[in-house]
């Protein structure tokens, strides 16, 4: 009983430290140490950002389901935008922890900057799309002329601000570069915090609120997301962590722009690959109508949900990676992979283990239509099966790309999602009429597929000797 006793005490004061921010002595000393106490941070910031895509689905199912079917489709279509803005935290994590490692903070300071500017460049033309072309794209993904009265507006102020979403993102890539996961967990728990206090009341009109329907929920999103990037700015400016931007690091740096360029456009291209690949499945699943069509949205917020949380042990192995190779000390940076990789499969599988038991009762508590329950409910028990395997694969994703090798992971997305994962969707769920549970399975088998040969490539090695 003492010994229990002791480890629970034992754990409590390690994640009392990692919610601190306490060193993770990254580049020495316990390995399992060092990645519990990035991940506990980086697992926190990723539950809150699932919890409140949850929350947000829950409020918006109370609308009715043609406000959750514009949801998925808009989620669909701004996964370019994610894909933009975590390609660029993922580029600028992988320049700011090689420059932490070499211990040339002031080399880092600049990098950040230069990826602000980047920021605002890549963010104009969905910004353009989204204002004046929401009601064509809401077509276009298949979308009744009903959906598109009652959604288009969610869709407008959605693109219209995806500038707030890349850099809330990229920012707390460069928090996660520097090792300081716990300043971005907490810029983004004051984000969503305040934008899931917010949604019920612009949704609803509660309190002095006028009610806005479906728009409120993206303007809880936008006000909430700008206050947590006003809080990252001040701790860039003033705070006192390894990165402090002053006025003399401002000067545009247009060499470093390129670079970061190139090291980014690996990881957003990834993103694109997959998220286009994702935009393709919800147009194949919207031809089974409104019904298939929500209960995959309510089914892929629940996944998010499990999913956010395991980015964030794979967060902690690209810092991990990145800082090593920085300090030369590539054995200690494979090493942490697979261990990172062992921590994340136990909590997938206890993830799964949930979806097979309790599937049905999770859909019904944002619904109670039973066609869209069974849909959601089916959507999560074939997801599961692969879960192990989405494990193991992110944390490798993750450490290529910490590496600075964008370039592997970006041709597997290729040919394992576009060649493999749209053909066969399109085969089950139409050709062999399996319906929208084709789809699910496509899902599966692409993505374990893709964690098999990453696993291979990433025994190869060639990741060690990529300079940044």
Known sequence: MNYIIKKILSAWSLFRLGIAGADANILSGNIDRAIILLAIPMTLEMIMESLFAIVDIFFVSKIGVNAIAVVGLTESMLTITYSLGWGLAMGTTAMIARRVGEEDNDGASVSAVQSIYLALLVSLPIMFVGIFFSED??????????????????????????????????????????????????????????????????????????????????????????????????????????????????????????????????????????????IFLMRIISTFGSTALAGYTIAIRIVIFTLMPAWGFSNAAATMVGQNLGANQPERAEKAVWRTGMFNMIFMGTVMIVFFLFGDGIAEFFTKEKEVVDNASKCLSIFAMGYLFYAFGMVLVQSFNGAGDTKTPTIMNLFIFWMLQIPLAYTLAIQLGFGAEGAYYSIVISESTFSVVGYFLFKKGKWKTIKV
């Open 137 to 278: 794209l809401l077509r276009l993904m298949g979308a009744t002329n009903e959906v598109i009265s009652e959604g288009s507006g969610y869709t407008k102020l959605t693109l219209g601000f995806n500038l707030i979403v890349i850099l809330l993102f990229l920012i707390n890539g460069i928090f996660r570069g520097a090792g300081d996961a716990a300043l971005a967990m907490r810029s983004l728990w004051i984000a969503n915090s305040i934008n899931i206090i917010l949604d019920p009341m612009l949704i609803f009109g509660i309190g002095p609120f006028p009610k806005f329907g479906i728009e409120g929920a993206a303007i809880a999103t936008i006000i909430g997301r700008s206050l947590g990037i006003i809080y990252q700015l001040y701790h860039l400016s003033r705070g006192k962590g390894l990165i402090k931007i002053h006025k003399d690091n401002w000067h545009l740096k247009p060499t470093i722009i390129w670079r970061l360029v190139k090291l980014s456009a690996g990881v957003t291209a990834q993103f694109i690959i997959s998220s286009a690949s994702w």
